[in-house]
């Protein structure tokens, strides 16, 4: 079983920035990759950014890109995402996930793995 935990989330002003964490323990999975999800109030889960741990390549949603990084520590098993230039249409509850996949993807359902979610709320 995988555990993971995210923290880092917060209240911000627009324009702001924050660093998420997530912490993975348990049984990890050092051939696969990891992804960073939100699901604002009323909406679907969406992907955000995804990351392979081996090959450390990245992908984004196009509403990110630019202004988010994914990054991982995999001496420490932890994925951050740095989030700059934030905005009120970014206010969500922010997951990160485990796939097995070797590369980022982007489907929700190749991951069967989750965090509870960290809260990010930005003010206009």
């Known amino acids: 079983q995988v555990q993971l935990v995210e923290s880092g989330g917060g209240l911000v002003q627009a324009g702001g920035s924050l660093r998420l964490s997530c912490a993975a323990s348990g049984r990890t999975f050092s051939g696969g990759s990891m992804g960073w999800f939100r699901q604002a109030p009323g909406k679907e889960r969406e992907f955000v950014a995804g990351i392979s741990w081996s090959v450390g390549s990245t992908i984004y949603a196009d509403s990110v890109k630019g202004r988010f990084t994914i990054s991982r520590d995999n001496a420490k098993n932890t994925v951050y995402l740095q989030m700059n230039s934030l905005k009120p249409g970014d206010t969500a509850v922010y997951y990160c996930?485990?796939?097995?996949?070797?590369?980022?993807?982007?489907?929700?359902?190749?991951?069967?793995?989750w965090g509870q979610g960290t809260q990010v709320a930005v003010s206009s």
């Open positions: 996930a485990v796939s097995t996949s070797l590369m980022a993807v982007r489907a929700k359902y190749e991951y069967p793995y």
